[in-house]
């Protein structure tokens, strides 16, 4: 009797849990981001190329902290008052300040226990987006921590977006493979029914066998090429370097705490 | 030494040729539309999922012209002067109106020799942005008159947009399979730079072998069978059944002159 009653639970439990998985849904270019309704949301942003893979990069080489800016002009104070500062547009990292935004920058040496203010082209402005429209939880997404975001995310609580910086406000190649890479591993934990997760999951279907030569017909690979920049796109497709998952508290990006 | 003339002329033309070709891009979304400047352009409209179809269709079965409106206001100023009017809105044929949105409907019979008005979620609208944006040639793209289109275009003039209707600003997954279809065979002619082309012929490459299939999973065919609307889909995926191509004169969609 016990064990009937058991099994009626186990089943009754499973059917909960496949009636209220909660919805998944790809948002493409931040242009878009006023279709979504994040609030109360889990928002994971992801700027592969290179803003979340560098900001994963650094928290886990021991920054104490990043703290994500929008405005140079706001950067530029924080610079006067002694921080360490990122700083970068178009792929070029701006003049006086201590980084850019390439992962190689943030090695243990220049950020154990700093606290780095951080200002890109994309993918800073999608943080803040994000924090605006009352998400209740945001991470950051790149290769570099993807087993660990898809084990952090597949305890399903929220409603997900997974948040693509793009380039410039348009679509790009590399964080739709990326959110391919998460929809490809989540389908089982959440209720996915919108086309862009389906774009992206075949997106990375195609490329997932070699992401490094994937990456390289995206638009920002060649932009790369084109500034000399050697190295950034295969380093930024290198899965699971770390456990790190960067998390927004306050106005500050600090280590998730599991 | 004419024979020399003569191939060093081919060179020259050649050489001429390709840095000279023009710009193809896809636009994923209405919504991002804004940041493409169309002016002097060709753009391709795609709704493939029904507008551009049906309207491809019902040209080819001998419509007389087609006017496109983007309210349904104004489409019933037209119905009230006595004309045979499509209007539809979230799939649904609306009350009063002589046509829906289904390929189905716009038969010989119904459009033989008549003017048109036809008014849809979302496929009306980019018809109207795109000569809004001053666009130098508006036509109709859809898989009935793929090949067509096709070789029209292959005799690259101007930049080139497809522009995908999407659905209310969203991606959707039909439309930019078609923009990868296009994307495909027109390599040779255009300089093809922009992630977004290279998604959608992803997508293209995926699903080619299966349009009918592939086409199953966007998120309007799974619209279509909670609606009960039944070979729409199916039908919208067939391939070239007509060399119709509609092209905007003014305020009215014409069979495009060859």
Redesign the interface.
Known sequence: MAKIKLNHQVALDKKHTRMTKPSLQVI??P??AH?YDMKGSCVVVVDILRATTSMCFALHNGAKSIIPVQEVEEAEVYRLKGFAVAAERNGIQLEGFAFGNSPFSFTPAHVKGKEIVFTTTNGTKCIQKAKDERAEKILLGSFLNLDALIEELSNAQWPLFIFCAG???????ED?LFAGALVASLRDYYTI????S??AE??Y??AKDNLEQYVQ???HS?RFDRLGIVGDAPFCVKLNLTRVIPELVGDRLIVKKT
Chains 1, 2 share one sequence.
């Open positions: 493409l270019t242009a878009i279709l380039w410039k406000e348009k679509f790009n190649l739709t029914e919108d086309d862009s389906e774009a075949d997106i279907k195609i017909k995206a638009s060649k």
